[in-house]
């Protein structure tokens, strides 16, 4: 798969369960998840994916293995 045909993951915030920040949630298709801690609330987890998401993906080290 080259790099311009690399799978785009989904993104969502998610708070913590203490409730002290939130955490964006990346998964890929296969089912892989990747967290990405340090977000004070939703909004700035929310500007982290619409800043960085479209493509945070590109130099992620998980990739999607073609269905054989």
């Not at 993951?9 to 298709?29: A, H, I, M």
């Amino acid at each position: 798969m080259s790099d311009e045909q690399l799978e785009r993951p989904t993104y969502e915030p998610v708070q913590l369960k203490d409730g002290s920040g939130y955490f964006v949630r990346v998964t890929w298709s296969d089912g892989f998840e990747r967290q990405i801690n340090g977000f004070a609330d939703e909004a700035e987890a929310r500007q982290w994916i619409a800043d960085k998401g479209p493509h945070w993906h590109e130099w992620a080290p998980h990739r999607v293995q073609p269905k054989r």
